[in-house]
């Protein structure tokens, strides 16, 4: 995890009451808007870069990230705010909002990545013009705090996100040659996990667990557990109904775990969903060793196994060297015997 990064958790418990304060409408869950495809990327595209979550204000780093834009054969554009510090956020809450507004309107940028995560999406989501965006679609790419903005564009933009690395991710092979195929070539791959114990491609995560067998289809929608826990009661997730559900989380002892998708089940979350992909958990541990304790799959098989839907764990998503991209609100297959994740449509038009 980055330096700087406020844990997470005491960082949420101010979400509460900055919604109170902004009088946010009745929490209820967005209908499902027709899923729109933005543009695909093209060699020499200008991309936009925006830190609507936490900072990095490190010249040499920010340099390292244009620098590997460039790498990809596209033009990076920062945002007037990108190297902003205000506490752990980049930023206040608006400037941030503003430069995520900016890049949706700039007719110049074609797609938008996100430089990191940490925290601070959520902050922003009443300053987001989501009728600005909405008539804008482009690409957005990052994951981790950034499944915020995936859900809320899912819920009030309509169109496809990329739930994959951030710009100042470390790009290995895997995860450059996956966001190529959905953004650039407009592919439907077939996503499945090499098997082996190479930590540099995989971190332990070789092996896939079945919990109900079976294939099932639907959009994919989710993302960070932990984020995506702390929006349920607000008017920010789309509808769940039949989607395929991805999670992935780190540094969350088991019983959070446990805590997190009971709220999603109590909420309505798990009990509307065709099947379920539960990717990385790193360093998922409690830090006594869990000594009587549940495991994670324990956790897992205990919350996914009585759905009835076809679910597993280990997919190549979240906080790791390699992971997939994947197209958020685009239909997929999953197959919970084999751990696969066929993509059945183009994410870019």
């Known amino acids: 995890m980055p330096l700087g990064m406020i844990d997470r958790r005491t960082a949420i418990q101010g979400l509460g009451a900055l919604s109170a304060a902004l009088a946010l409408p009745p929490a209820i869950a967005a209908a499902p808007a027709p899923t729109r495809k933005p543009p695909r990327l093209r060699a020499g ?3 936009g870069l ?3 979550a936490g900072f990095t204000d490190d010249e040499f780093d920010l340099a390292l990230i ?19 510090r205000y506490g752990y956020l980049a930023g206040e809450d608006k400037a941030r909002a503003a430069d995520l507004n900016a890049m949706y309107a700039d007719k110049s940028v ?14 922003i989501l009443p300053y987001v013009d989501f009728g600005l965006i ?5 690409l957005l790419l990052g994951f981790s705090d950034i499944t915020a903005l995936h859900l809320a564009f899912a ?11 951030n710009a100042a991710s470390s790009w290995g092979k895997l995860s450059w040659d996956a966001f190529r195929e959905i953004a650039f070539d407009g592919a439907t791959p077939v996503y499945r996990t090499p098997q082996g114990t190479d930590d540099r491609l995989v971190q332990r995560s070789g092996s896939i667990r079945t919990f109900h067998p079976g294939k099932a289809s639907g959009r994919l929608l989710g993302g960070n557990l932990t984020v995506l826990a702390a929006l349920m009661g607000t008017p920010y997730l789309p509808d769940f109904d039949g989607a395929i559900l991805f999670l992935e989380d780190i540094g969350e002892a088991e019983y959070r775990i446990d ?12 009990g509307r969903v065709a099947g379920v992909v539960f990717g990385q958990c790193t360093d998922c541990r409690s830090s006594g060793g869990n000594l009587g304790g549940f495991s994670l799959s324990q956790v897992l098989k205990q919350h996914l196994e009585p759905l009835g839907v076809p679910a597993f764990q280990g997919a190549l998503i979240g906080h790791i060297p390699n992971q997939f991209s994947i197209p958020v609100g685009i239909r997929a297959e999953i197959d919970a015997t084999a751990g696969t994740i066929t993509i059945l449509e183009s994410a870019v038009a």
Not at 66 to 84: F, I, N, W
Not at 155 to 165: C, D, E
């Open 66 to 84: 244009v620098e590997t834009v460039k790498a990809m054969g596209l033009v990076p554009k920062p945002a007037p705010h990108l190297a902003d």
């Open 45 to 47: 595209d200008t991309v």
């Open 50 to 52: 925006v830190e609507p």
């Open 134 to 138: 909405r008539a804008n679609p482009k």
């Open 259 to 270: 805590r997190m998708l009971t709220q999603l089940a109590l909420g309505g979350v798990l």
């Open 155 to 165: 819920a009030r933009a309509g169109f496809t996100t990329i739930h994959g690395p």
């Open 110 to 123: 074609r797609a938008v990545f996100a430089v990191r995560g940490g925290w601070g999406c959520a902050r």
